[in-house]
């Protein structure tokens, strides 16, 4: 069973940052043995994958509209997953989750992901 909890959202200029955490409360099996992913979903859109990182290899996935701007980490010691936003965008803006999977590898469907957060806005202006 794995709890997450989202933090770090806001208000922010155009251009600007922000760090994005999730922190997960695990039982029955290790935080670092979830792959964990980051989706986002604007108003009237679908949700749709941001970022991941698998537990197995450590390699992550972005989307290519976030690619060299956005950036997901993990501690596991912590049992926390960042995503580190920078160059924010107005169309960065969203209602940002994070889910855990128990895959070996992240997915980008939703579907593929087994407990999400509740989520925390990102509000960009422009």
């Known amino acids: 069973q794995v709890q997450l909890v989202e933090s770090g959202g806001g208000l922010v200029q155009a251009g600007g940052s922000l760090r994005l955490s999730c922190a997960a409360s695990v039982s029955g099996r290790a935080f670092s043995t979830y792959s964990m992913g980051w989706f986002r979903q604007a108003p009237g859109k679908n949700r749709d994958v941001v970022a991941y990182?698998?537990?197995?290899?450590?390699?992550?996935y972005y989307a290519d509209s976030v690619k060299g701007r956005f950036t997901i980490s993990r501690d596991n010691g912590r049992n926390t997953v960042y995503l580190q936003m920078n160059s924010l965008k107005p169309e960065d803006t969203a209602v940002y989750y994070c889910a855990a999977s128990r895959r070996f590898f992240g997915s980008r469907s939703e579907h593929d992901y087994d407990y999400w957060g509740q989520g925390t806005q990102v509000t960009v202006s422009s």
């Open positions: 990182i698998n537990w197995s290899d450590g390699a992550s």
